[in-house]
């Protein structure tokens, strides 16, 4: 709420209008941790699958003789199942994360589509009517929140 009592829009928006786009900037932020959360879980687990594949391709499988099963060399070496079950714990956790995300964002888009709807009741004055846009302007650049329309 302190970032929006910013003195190029403070004149603009009354006390109701203040609390609703605070409440959209904190619903954007937490979208944008969630997403970028997922972004961190995914590299990570995509490095960790290459590691693997590398690890078993130079490592592993370059010294087993003909006559050794791999699939026996695979399983048997402790550093695969501590990946595997790496892998698998990423993947269940970004199934969880995306839920969140889904969450946040049905929940931004919510609050921005009901702050769009009621510009009438936001600004009830003539004068902050006229002068709106550069409210909207402001959160389109500083927080790359868009309340032009839906």
């Not at 594949?53 to 592993?60: Q, R, V």
Request: aromatic share 18%; net charge neutral.
């Amino acid at each position: 709420m302190n970032a929006l009592n910013h003195w190029r829009i403070n004149p603009y928006i009354n006390q109701l209008t203040s609390i609703v786009l605070a409440e959209l900037v904190e619903k954007k932020e937490e979208k944008d941790r969630w997403k970028k959360a997922i972004n961190q879980w995914g590299l990570s687990m995509i490095f960790v699958l290459i590691a693997t594949f590398i690890y078993l391709y130079f490592f592993k499988l370059s010294d087993v003789s003909r006559f050794e099963n791999p699939l026996t060399v695979i399983f048997a070496d402790e550093m695969v199942w501590i990946c595997t079950v790496f892998i698998l714990f990423s993947s269940f956790h970004m199934i969880w994360m995306k839920k969140k995300y889904k969450k946040a964002d049905e929940e931004f888009e919510a609050i921005r589509s009901d702050f769009i709807e009621r510009n009438r009741e936001l600004w009830s004055d003539e004068e902050l009517w006229n002068q709106r846009h550069i409210v909207f302007e402001f959160m389109k650049k500083e927080y790359n929140i868009n309340i032009y329309h839906k």
